[in-house]
Structures are given as C-alpha cells and as structure tokens.
C-alpha cells in the first residue's frame, strides 16, 4: 500500500540553524500538508499545497517558515531560523482530492520527523 | 467545521469491542464525521468517516446516531495494538479550507 515518507527521523539542530523537512507523498495526490506536535500536546495545523502555491496557513507559519515541491516527488519544510519552541514532531500528509470534494478528501498521514532544537 | 467532545481516556479488555462515543451537537447537515488514531507519536492514521449512514470498513464500524448529534467508533475485537488517541473530527462539504482540527481525543488502553 502507497505510503507517505519523511526523512529524516529525528534532526537535531541548534538554535537559529536552518533545516529542511523532506516528505514523499503518495504518488498520485495533489494536495500536501504539514502538521506539527510539540510534545504532549494537540497536533495542529501548518500548511496546505496545492498546485504549486500554499493553498491555506495557520498563524504559526509565519515568515519563518516555507515550503516548495522541487521536483515531481519532494515535498519540503524549511524553518529559516530555528527557535527552541520548534521543537516538536512534523508531520507530512497527502491527500488525492478527488472531485474537489474537500469534506471527503482523506489526508493519509507520514511517520513524522522529530525537530530538536538545542 | 463543528466542536467535537470526547472523553479524555477510556480502558477496554483485549479481544472485547470498543466502543468509542463522540458528541458533535452542533454539527450541520453537510459536516462529515472522520476519525483517526495515533499511536505514540506516530503519524496519524485514518480509521473511517461517514455522513449519515453507518459505515465499516477492515478497520472498524461507525455507527452515526440518526439525529447525527453523536457517533461511536466500534473497533468490534481490540487487541493491544490498538492502544491508541482516537480523534473524531467533523469536516464541512466542500468547505474553503482543507485542514484538518485535532481536538484531545480519547486514548484508548487495552488491556490484556
């Protein structure tokens, strides 16, 4: 069965580095996400991709944040310049958007990196 | 999208249903009823969602009460494996956004 995968695992980073998520959706989806967890809490929304431009953002992606589709299969998280609160677990996810039909568009979700900021 | 509310934490004994309740009180005729699970800080997994009818699938049975203000999630023979938060979430048809709002769940212990 199709998978979504993230790479790497865990980084571990210092604070004000620059680091890249990377995630491979499901092959033939159109719409890719990014969640987060910071440990023990809810999991919560980032961004939303689709055709090439962020389709939606939370107040959390802020100007710090972007991400890009740099080739037919990756797709990235960037945080410019790590704080310590962004430490948490990642979370890639992929949806096909049959139909335009968002209420029963199933986001299929990756394993997650672990962001640890020092 | 509608609130949802769950209870925090429930038990279940291995090999016996678990009945997952979720109260959606205010949710409106076109809201879809998902649900998802995580199991210690792996990546959330779909489960099932439904609109108004019962669905099931390999995974589980979602029964939607017929005033649609509450649901559960059955998992018909738990083992330990699916010791896991369950999140209920209500999804608008066709609404302008695509996110998905994860409430606390409920974390389900089964035990042997």
């Known amino acids: 069965e199709p998978e979504v995968t993230q790479t790497p695992s865990h980084q571990v980073t210092q604070m004000g580095q620059e680091v890249i998520l990377r995630c491979v959706p499901i092959s033939n989806h159109l719409y890719f996400y990014w969640y987060r967890q910071i440990l023990g809490q809810k999991v919560e929304f980032l961004v939303s991709f689709y055709n090439n431009e962020i389709s939606e953002k939370s107040e959390i992606f802020d100007d710090q944040f972007s991400v890009e589709r740099p080739d037919g299969s990756n797709f990235t998280l960037k945080i410019r310049s790590t704080k310590l609160e962004d430490s948490a677990m990642y979370f890639c996810a992929s949806s096909v958007l049959k139909n335009r039909d968002r209420a029963t568009d199933t986001q299929y979700f990756g394993p997650g990196t672990r962001l640890t900021v020092l | 999208d509608a609130k949802t509310t769950q209870p925090p934490s429930m038990d279940c004994a291995e090999g016996r249903a678990a009945n997952l309740p979720c109260n959606h009180s205010t949710i409106s005729g076109n809201e879809y009823v998902y649900w998802y699970r995580q199991i210690h800080s792996q990546g959330p997994q779909y489960i099932i969602h439904?609109?108004?009818n019962n669905e099931t699938n390999e995974m589980a049975s979602l029964i939607i009460t017929e005033d649609r203000k509450s649901s559960t999630l059955i998992l018909p023979h738990a083992t330990l494996r699916d010791t896991a938060v369950y999140y209920c979430?209500?999804?608008?048809?066709?609404?302008?956004?695509?996110?998905?709002?994860f409430g606390g769940g409920t974390r389900l212990m089964v035990k042997p």
């Open positions: 979430i209500v999804r608008l048809y066709n609404n302008a956004g695509n996110m998905l709002t």
């Open positions: 439904g609109l108004k």
